[in-house]
């Protein structure tokens, strides 16, 4: 994307997601499912994820950009809430195949074409300039084809792949694998996990917007680690979390941090590295974002397995959680 434009970039990565998806529907053995769904479907969708949506704000808008990202996010969480309950009432009643079908021809029929008609990757193709920019800014810089090399030599990317790395740990690996399971273990019927779940999604909305808008006044680095502290202390309170009306506070108050992290962690890359080299660098830093999540899902099994419970399962996310906000503290963005 830094290179070659989002566009072109996105084109090719909703293609991967559209023939992956595609080859899904006459498949007949295992490794037909982890080719197309673990290898093209994964790679074509983490190709049009909040990367993206970085490479994009952080050149469009000057001004506003936390709160830009933040209404990326909280479409990242709204997209999750209108098309899982259609996906899964089309799983349930007419089967795996006509839920694939439908995201093959949603994305083929009018995302591709949405992508084609509307999507520009820098303003000045249209004659514009950032959303903020005024005639005396510095014309745009080129993009460095090896930011890595520099990223690295700095200590202020390991902080931040760092703390991303314990959001992943903290979030998608953890809460999508493992707090149904959980939940059930406590008493709660699979209908009220659902329903906080969703409550979860709902104030992830809010929280996602409010962190951009938070960010664009206040700074990065305060808000982040603020959200990280949050986090921390609700999660080590989960466990002990047992009527229906906690569990649901809970969600609310968990729900208005789980994408929180990401407009501020972004804006902190694009100031530290360059807004010409966020795909790149903040590509690497939701790598590490992923390795957490995946140890996340691992580690929580492994606990839940020794312990006959997931106490510790939440409550060590939780510490590290506290860990993360320690490393945001000494970004200097």
């Known amino acids: 994307m830094d290179l070659y434009g989002a566009k072109t970039i996105t084109l090719l990565m909703i293609s991967l997601v559209v023939l992956g998806a595609g080859g899904s529907l006459f498949m007949q053995e295992p490794w037909q499912l982890y080719l197309l769904w673990g290898l093209i479907v994964g790679a074509g969708s983490g190709g049009t994820s909040i990367?993206?949506?970085?490479?994009?704000?952080?050149?469009?808008?000057?001004k506003r950009r936390g709160l830009a990202l933040g209404v990326l996010g909280a479409a990242f969480s709204s997209g999750q809430l209108i098309f899982t309950p259609v996906l899964m009432n089309l799983n349930i009643h007419e089967g795996w195949r006509a839920a694939t079908l439908f995201i093959v021809l949603l994305l083929g029929?009018?995302?591709?074409?949405?992508?084609?008609?509307?999507?520009?990757?820098?303003p000045g193709l249209k004659g514009m300039r950032p959303y903020g920019a005024n005639g005396s800014d510095a014309p745009p810089v080129r993009p460095d084809p090896n930011p890595m090399r520099l990223a690295m030599a700095n200590p202020q990317f390991w902080l931040l792949a760092f703390s991303f790395g314990i959001c992943g740990f903290t979030t998608s690996g953890l809460f999508q694998t493992h707090l149904i399971?959980?939940?059930?273990?406590?008493?709660?019927?699979?209908?009220?996990?659902?329903?906080?779940?969703?409550?979860?999604?709902?104030?992830?909305?809010?929280?996602?917007?409010?962190?951009?808008?938070?960010?664009?006044?206040?700074?990065k680095r305060w808000p982040l680690a603020s959200y990280y502290t949050l986090r921390g202390m609700s999660l080590m309170l989960l466990p002990y979390v047992?009527?229906?009306?906690?569990?649901?506070?809970?969600?609310a108050v968990y729900g208005l941090n789980w994408l929180s992290t990401v407009p501020a962690t972004s804006a902190l890359t694009a100031d530290l590295f360059g807004k010409q080299n966020v795909g790149v660098v903040f590509g690497?830093?939701?790598?590490?974002?992923?390795?957490?999540?995946?140890?996340?899902?691992?580690?929580?099994?492994?606990?839940?397995?020794?312990?006959?419970?997931?106490?510790?399962?939440?409550?060590?996310?939780?510490?590290?959680?506290?860990?993360a906000t320690g490393l945001v503290v000494n970004v200097r963005g």
């Open 109 to 122: 029929l009018i995302i591709l074409p949405l992508v084609i008609r509307f999507l520009v990757d820098d």
């Open 242 to 251: 047992e009527s229906t009306g906690q569990l649901m506070a809970f969600s």
């Open 181 to 219: 399971p959980h939940g059930i273990e406590h008493g709660f019927t699979e209908m009220t996990m659902a329903v906080s779940l969703g409550l979860m999604g709902a104030t992830d909305i809010i929280g996602t917007i409010l962190s951009g808008w938070l960010c664009d006044r206040f700074g």
């Open 284 to 323: 690497w830093i939701c790598f590490g974002h992923q390795v957490g999540a995946a140890f996340a899902s691992y580690g929580a099994s492994y606990l839940h397995s020794l312990a006959g419970n997931y106490t510790m399962a939440f409550v060590t996310p939780g510490l590290f959680a506290l860990v």
């Open 51 to 62: 990367v993206m949506g970085s490479a994009i704000v952080n050149r469009w808008f000057k």
